[in-house]
């Protein structure tokens, strides 16, 4: 069975930075591409990051270009997202996901998604 667990949210001010992790048991996240979403009250859930299974190539929405950065530790079967100069707008539950469908020109969309964790809950005060 195939579970992953994110920990790291918390509320911090503008500016500041957390390290989200998603810890995976049931699969071995060298063997899939992984991704992180969020999702703001009211708003469809959206992409963030991705890693690549081969190579580790990582992908990254536009707005947190150059201020996140998605990695994996093989060792701790573990996706991190380390988030940097949070600004208000990043506030969102975040949820990490596994890519069975391994489709570059899909890797925005949810339904290329099999298994969610339950988020955790980032929160940016101006």
């Known amino acids: 069975q195939v579970e992953l667990a994110e920990s790291g949210g918390g509320l911090v001010q503008a500016g500041s930075s957390l390290r989200l992790s998603c810890a995976a048991s049931g699969l071995t996240v060298r063997n899939f591409a992984m991704g992180w979403f969020r999702q703001a009250p009211g708003k469809d859930r959206e992409f963030v990051a991705t890693?690549?299974?081969?190579?580790?190539?990582?992908y990254y929405r536009d707005s947190v270009k150059g201020r996140f950065t998605i990695s994996r530790d093989m060792a701790k079967n573990t996706v991190y997202l380390q988030m940097n100069n949070q600004q208000p707008e990043d506030t969102a539950a975040y949820y990490c996901?596994?890519?069975?469908?391994?489709?570059?020109?899909?890797?925005?969309?949810?339904?290329?998604?099999?298994?969610w964790g339950q988020g955790t809950q980032v929160t940016i005060s101006a």
């Open positions: 996901a596994v890519d069975r469908g391994g489709i570059l020109s899909s890797i925005r969309d949810t339904k290329q998604y099999d298994y």
């Open positions: 890693i690549r299974w081969n190579g580790g190539n990582t």
